[in-house]
């Protein structure tokens, strides 16, 4: 039986033990803030934005929003983040990606201190994930790594494998992998025989950002499959990027979308938050 890795319900999990633990910060007179930044209003930001606000005040972290317009210039951008990494009072920061085209998201991600930077994009915390170093992590692969030990499969000693390697997503997956002693192969678009080398996986983290890529032909039996992708169709319905209903049946374990790794984002950015006041 293959078994649906409720990504909902881990968050869920994840999210109580983190207001369990704010609430008794609370009472030692310890406050967290988050501060959100937008640039425009893409829709879909709005909603990313509107959804980590709302798990800010499930959890108790006070968030404050800054809804800029889209002609902000990069300098007023990075005046601001100055500004926020200076104030003693609020313990992350994040920018809303992807910025207006005039703006080098680079240039602003690098501004934010490493320690208030709850995204875990800026190089300090990147390197020091590389070399085993503490800091913030990349909250979704952060996720799937819960999602992974939460549902009891161990990672150690198991042949996994990434496809992909963007910043944000695959190259931060593939160390986590290795943090937990798994065997780590990355694939990307230039690998020759993409599926001679995902047939070789125990755990299969699919993040190729192509809906339903990943059809049975890729998967060994008895593998756990994650996927990350996440798209909308002409209809308004989610798929991932891999093809559930073919792969589902080969599988020991596999996460849904939408329900699987979604929803471990934004618990795991809470998860950051919490961390920026513990000693
Ligand atoms: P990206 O486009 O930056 O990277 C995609 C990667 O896939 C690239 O490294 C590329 O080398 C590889 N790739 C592309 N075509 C390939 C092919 N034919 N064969 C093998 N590899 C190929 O995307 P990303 O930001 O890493 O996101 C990946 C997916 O995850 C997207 O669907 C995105 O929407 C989703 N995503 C979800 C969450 C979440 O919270 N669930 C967060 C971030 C991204």
Known sequence: MT??????????????ELKAQVAELKEQGVEITLAVIQVGND?????YVRNKKNACAYIGIQSLAYELPE????????????????????NGILVQLPLPG????????DTI???????????????????????????????VIQLLKRSGIEIAGKECV??????????????????????VTIAHSRTADLAQVTKRADILIVAVGRP????????????????VGIHRNAEGKLCGDVDFDSVAPKCSAITPVPGGVGPMTIAMLMHNCVRTVMK
């Open 102 to 109: 005039h703006i080098n998201e680079d240039r602003v991600l």
């Open 162 to 183: 990434v496809i992909g390697r963007s910043n944000i997503v695959g190259k931060p997956m593939s160390l986590l992998l290795l943090r937990e002693n798994g065997t």
């Open 43 to 47: 829709p879909a930001s709005s909603v």
């Open 71 to 90: 002609e902000t210039t990069e300098q007023e951008l990075i005046d601001l983040l100055e500004k926020l990494n200076k104030d003693d009072t609020v």
């Open 3 to 16: 078994k649906i890795i409720d990504g909902k319900a881990i968050s869920q999990e994840i999210k109580d």
């Open 113 to 143: 201190v490493p320690a208030k930077d709850v995204d875990g994009f800026h190089p300090q915390n990147v390197g020091a994930l590389c070399i085993g170093k503490p800091g913030h992590v990349s909250c979704t692969p952060a996720g």
């Open 212 to 227: 339903k890529m990943i059809t049975a032909e890729y998967v060994k039996d008895g593998a756990v499959v994650i996927d």
